[in-house]
């Protein structure tokens, strides 16, 4: 283990980034000064450059990473590091200690090499007095960097390759991104690319989730349910059952939480999960430190050794090293999602977890920072409580889609068997309205009126429930519906409030008592003035 010390212009230790290397590769650690673990939520993108503070000559060699500077120093020469990880890049903030200098970039020889120095190029160029570019070797092995340079040809390949770089703006005029080399854009016309995709979409729990797609699933912090949702999903998944009422894939998850062990625990035992050998888990506190595309290369190849078709992240932000401001910064966000847009790419079908802003707001606008990551996905789910509902087990599941299967809206109930779908808004409020009904029937006969009354719920939903109820001969009438003699509700003998079965949706059960199914309801409302006509009134406005 090396431990590099970051410390700022004037010396001052800012931070300590410990690299680790083992047989299964390398990964990084960051602490505080004081041995805190973490940073604290400090972006790491605001982190000094590594040896910034010894940088004293006009002319600095910018390397990825502390290990090349560090070999370049030792050398006797000006360098520092970027520590940020190939997939990113060191803020304006962090490149503002170069202005003025003359910087020579050396990027690792790899794509993501090019990439990242050519973002320290775009926010050099500005300020820096000459933005230089090094170019490696012609063959140069995959990963290629200064400290290798040193190790081949020490000191005089290093000052050789310095004096043939060449000035940024002459190899990259037309921006940062653009390579070195330019290559064809490979491309596909419309038939070909409808030859090389299914047809049908590959759901591993249909309609939410689909392999080679992103889904993200949005909720209140400790409110709304979102990782009790997630693994009762799981636990479906996992066995090839029915979630919300349909079949899903069976395939091992890789979840990646950010619980700790202790709470998890309790999580998974509530979601009958303890026993699971094919659930494999990935918590924060054992990859903390380690950049974010590492951390999803891993869970890639960790999907890839144990077949797993579904990957969770549990939350997103957290994994991301999404601290401070940075989730408001859509450039951030969007970082954030590349390597598991990439990961989807490839057939991996993906869940991530994020928080809802304290004002919430309507689907795919709710989540906490910035509308990028909603962008990003295929499907938004928001997971809430809905209001007034008589159950605390009762969820409201909102989606956006880009797939029409997906419906916009479902009432689920959290039983001792997982999740269950109790159908639409409108179906699941008729529903609980006749159960309602009844109950309040249990004595005397009732008016429509006294039923609004005695069950405090919206007068349509009562309409639209008696008059199913009275369709399906559970209540029948008494009266004329006359200003004196209004009409009387009462059960029919040995008709009680319907027990509501498990996987059993609202419009099943309608269609099995004979009654509407869910497009029908509102017409009922319709329907029941007709049927009860002036007992739907207040009495003092009914006619004789």
């Known amino acids: 283990m090396i431990a590099y010390t970051i410390a700022d212009a004037s010396g001052a230790p800012v931070a300590v980034h410990r690299r680790i290397e083992g047989d299964d590769g390398k990964r990084f650690t960051w602490e505080l000064p004081d041995g805190t673990t973490g940073l604290g939520g400090f972006p790491v993108a605001d982190l000094p450059l590594f040896g910034v503070h010894r940088a004293e000559r006009r002319s600095v060699i910018v390397c990825e990473g502390e290990k090349a500077a560090q070999a370049l120093m030792d050398a006797g020469m000006t360098a520092v590091g970027t520590v940020t990880g190939a997939a990113s890049a060191p803020s304006p903030k962090a490149l503002s200690d170069l202005a003025g200098k003359v910087a020579y970039l050396w990027p690792d020889a790899d794509d993501p090499g090019r990439s990242h120095m050519a973002k320290v190029a775009a926010h050099l160029a500005p300020i820096a007095a000459s933005v230089q570019w090094i170019e490696p070797p012609v063959g140069s092995p995959k990963g290629w960097d200064a400290a290798d340079a040193m190790a081949e040809g020490g000191r005089e390949l290093v000052e050789e390759l310095v004096r043939g770089a060449h000035p940024w703006a002459d190899k990259h005029s037309s921006g940062p991104d653009v390579p070195s080399e330019r290559k064809e854009l490979r491309c596909v016309t419309a038939r070909q690319l409808a030859a090389e995709s299914p047809e049908d979409v590959a759901w591993i729990a249909p309609p939410w989730i689909a392999s080679g797609a992103i889904t993200e699933l949005d909720g209140r912090p400790k409110a709304a349910g979102k990782t009790t949702f997630l693994l009762h999903l799981v636990r479906a ?34 979601a009958a999960l303890l026993e699971r050998d094919d659930l494999y888990i990935v918590l924060w506190r054992d990859v903390r430190g380690t950049s974010w595309p590492s951390v999803v290369d891993g869970a890639v190849a960790l999907c890839a050794k144990v077949g797993a078709s579904l990957l969770i992240v549990d939350t997103l932000p957290q994994f991301a090293g999404m601290g401070g401001d940075s989730e408001n910064d859509a450039g951030a966000a969007l970082e954030a999602m590349e390597p598991l847009q990439a990961a989807a790419a490839d057939g991996l079908g993906i869940v991530v977890s994020r928080h809802d802003r304290k004002g919430g707001g309507d689907v795919g606008e709710s989540g906490r920072g910035s509308s990028a990551f909603a962008g990003a996905v295929d499907i938004v789910l928001a997971l809430r409580r809905g209001d007034g509902e008589s159950r605390a087990t009762i969820r409201h599941l909102h989606a956006l889609s880009r797939f029409e299967e997906t419906p916009d809206e479902l009432v689920i109930e959290l039983t001792d068997a997982g999740y269950t779908a109790l159908g639409s808004a409108v179906n699941f409020a008729v529903e609980e309205a006749k159960r309602a009904v009844l109950a309040a029937l249990a004595g005397e006969p009732l008016t429509t009126a006294q039923l609004v009354e005695a069950t405090t719920l919206k007068r349509t939903t009562v309409y639209a429930a008696v008059a199913e109820l009275v369709e399906a001969g559970k209540v029948g009438r008494e009266g004329k519906g006359s200003k004196g003699d209004p009409y009387r509700h009462f059960t029919v003998a040995s008709v009680s409030p319907d027990p509501i079965p498990s996987g059993i949706g609202p419009d099943e059960r309608m269609e099995a008592n004979g009654g509407a199914s869910s497009e029908e309801r509102l017409d009922l409302v319709a329907d029941a003035l007709r049927v009860f006509g002036d007992d739907l009134l207040p009495e003092s406005q009914a006619v004789s």
């Open 237 to 270: 998944v996992l066995d090839g059952g029915q979630f919300l009422g349909q079949r899903t894939m069976r395939t091992p998850v890789v979840l990646l939480s950010e619980q700790g062990p202790m709470s998890l625990r309790a999580t998974l035992e509530r």
